[in-house]
């Protein structure tokens, strides 16, 4: 009996806040490069390098150091009033792994103070909801939403009723959390199923969820414990990001039914409905980073795909596209109705100010600032008369009236409905037959991969029996194998010993070796010192010839000179005497110049004796000195042979 008033359609774009919360433990030590307001602002700004650096505007940013009251009071506070008023609406919070989308969504549940009954008085604060000082400043905004309502509600005179839902999807399948409790959140072991299914009811109700329980509370206790007996059932692990990572997409959906008396003029009461859907999405994960394997990485896979399906659905909407991906995940599926249709939305970003997040971070940032540009036209359920309902009820009495006439007036001949009824039976059961053609196509292609194993099993079978006799083989190989070893340890071991013998041997001629070249580098230094010493005097020797050479020219130049002065000085003297004697035969005689004359010759005697035994002696000299010179080279050509030798 949803219906809905077309007369206040306006198109509002969905609401989009961004909350940071300060680094984790394991990565606090890092400098943050994200510049946000410390409790409230607007703008988001990334510092860095130019291919990083950017800035953001959104409809509201929190800080670190905004509380979960902050949070309420300004984004689900009005949210709650409108869904009062009759309007569906949906906040979904959604961010990287880690970054406290569950505590923002859930808070603290051990911490969450409840009342036991919220049909109490209570103070009022702010815009007359329940005041937060009465639950722990770690509450949530699902257990925040939860006693504001029934305070809200109870404050009312008029009747209402409430119910909430918990779904999961887990792995693409459905799972209902609240399944097999009561409503005081107690289990009574059952365990959730994943066969949920979602079908277009083709009605206003829009996208419904077949086979979930929807539960009925009366008190914001009873509430928060379905709550809480749902979120234990959650999926959640440990990755490398976050010690309590949910590994699946939640939504809590509280349903609020509010019958108003007497409101009109003629005296008939009205009934609202509102719906808030509260969906807590996994994080996007990078597998890398996180440390996912197996089941885990699964399970991120199948995180990332929805999430990945859900971006193409903003994309679409963004671009006014003639085609939306709704079906292709069974997340936008549900939430259909919030992106791009009837539903108020606001979505919350949640980041991390952690520099090495940068890179998801700035990929939330421009997640969510494209989220911006969806337009939903929020819509408000019809306000329902009790004439209105009374009718409903009439027709609905009658119709089971027809039926049961046509069941009556053809007693015995089957079973016969009213035509309404048949028509209905026959929708249904076209839909059964569909399912059951899907389970047939299904079975179809289980028994085929039932063949394909087999198959693949009688395969195996063969090559395992090939394999058992080859092993056979290999086990008589590795016998005679074991033998041939046997005996080559021993001849390994004989060798060993000689070779350690060897090995001694060879560090002892080793040893020797350096010692001999050792002295070979010694001799060889001491060779070169006397190849250059050789040189050396060989170099002196032959300066030596040379001085030998040139002294024997210049003796044998000044013995011809003194030949040359004798022999001019005998004739001169000669000459000299020849004309004293005339000179003295004509003034003293005979005697006189026949003892000057032998005086004379004595004394020339004497002169050419000295001569001869000068230039005897110049000989001499120059002798004894070639002689030296070619002893030497001797000398020198037997050393140098001998260093050849050597």
Not at 302 to 313: A, D
Request: proline share 2%; with cysteine; hydrophobic share 35%.
């Amino acid at each position: 009996m949803v219906r809905h008033n077309a007369s206040h359609e306006k198109d509002t774009n969905i609401q989009v806040v961004v909350r940071c919360r300060e680094a984790p433990t394991r990565g606090a030590k890092s400098n943050t490069s994200v510049i946000v307001p410390p409790v409230f602002g607007q703008d988001v700004k990334i510092t860095g390098s130019p291919s990083v650096a950017r800035s953001f505007h959104f409809d509201g940013v929190f800080g670190p150091k905004a509380s979960q009251e902050n949070i309420y009071d300004k984004v689900v506070s009005p949210i709650l009033n409108e869904v009062m008023q009759g309007f569906n609406c949906t906040l979904f919070a959604y961010g990287q792994t880690g970054t406290g989308k569950t505590y923002t969504m859930e808070g603290d549940l051990d911490s969450t103070t409840t009342p036991a009954v919220s049909r109490v008085p209570t103070p009022t604060v702010g815009n007359d909801l329940l005041s937060s000082a009465r639950m722990s400043p770690q509450a949530g905004m699902i257990p925040r939403t939860l006693h504001n309502l029934f305070y809200a509600l109870d404050k009312q005179s008029a009747e209402y009723y409430v119910h909430v839902s918990y779904v999961e999807l887990y792995n693409e399948e459905l799972r209902d959390l609240l399944a097999g409790t009561d409503h005081a959140g107690e289990s009574n072991g059952f365990v959730p199923s994943g066969n949920l299914r979602v079908y277009e009811s083709g009605t206003d109700k829009g996208v419904v969820i077949q086979g979930l329980e929807e539960k009925l509370v009366t008190s914001a206790k009873d509430a928060v414990a379905l709550m809480q007996a749902g979120a234990m059932r959650r999926k959640v692990a440990a990755t490398r990001c976050n010690d309590t990572s949910s590994r699946s997409h939640a939504i809590f959906t509280i349903t609020v039914f509010v019958r108003e008396r007497a409101v009109t003029v003629d005296g008939e009461d009205v009934s609202k409905l509102g719906k808030l859907n509260l969906v807590d999405l996994a994080g996007s994960e990078n597998i890398g980073r996180s440390g996912a394997q197996n089941v885990r990485a699964r399970e991120a896979g199948s995180i990332n795909k929805s999430l990945l399906v859900l971006g193409r659905v903003i994309n679409a909407l963004v671009e006014k596209a003639t085609f939306v991906p709704y079906r292709d995940s069974k997340l936008t599926h549900i939430i259909k109705d919030s992106l791009g249709g009837r539903t108020r939305t606001c979505m919350i970003a949640t980041i991390s100010n952690a520099v090495d997040h940068i890179e998801e971070t700035v990929k939330t940032l421009q997640y969510a600032s494209q989220a911006k540009g969806i337009r939903n036209r929020p819509v408000a359920n019809k306000m329902v008369l009790k004439s209105e309902i009374v009718h409903d009820l009439q027709q609905h009495i009658e119709r089971l009236n027809r039926d049961l006439e046509a069941a009556r007036d053809n007693a015995g001949t089957g079973f016969y409905v009213s035509k309404d009824t048949y028509e209905e039976l026959t929708t249904q059961a076209k839909a059964s037959r569909e399912v059951a053609e899907e389970w047939k196509q299904r079975v179809a292609l289980w028994e085929e991969e039932v063949q394909r194993t087999n198959d693949k099993l009688r395969v195996l079978s063969n090559e395992h029996a090939a394999t058992c006799r080859e092993l056979s083989t290999t086990n008589e190989t590795l016998s005679a194998t074991r033998a041939e070893l046997d005996t080559t340890q021993s001849d390994l071991q004989r060798q060993t010993l000689l070779t350690r013998a060897h090995a001694h041997h060879e560090r002892a001629l080793n040893a020797a070796a350096f010692v001999l070249q050792a002295s070979a580098r010694t001799s060889a230094g001491d060779a070169q010192a006397l190849h250059a010493k050789t040189a050396r005097m060989a170099e002196r020797e032959q300066q030596n010839i040379q001085a030998a050479t040139l002294i024997g020219e210049s003796v044998r130049t000044e013995v011809e000179r003194a030949q040359a002065s004798a022999v001019a000085y005998n004739e001169s003297a000669a000459r000299q005497s020849q004309q004293l004697l005339h000179a003295l035969q004509s003034r003293v005689g005979p005697e006189f110049e026949a003892a000057l004359d032998t005086c004379l010759r004595q004394h020339a005697s004497t002169m050419e004796a000295d001569i001869a035994n000068a230039v005897q002696t110049a000989q001499t000299q120059r002798s004894e000195a070639q002689n030296n010179c070619q002893r030497i080279a001797e000398q020198v050509e037997v050393v140098a042979s001998g260093l050849d030798t050597v």
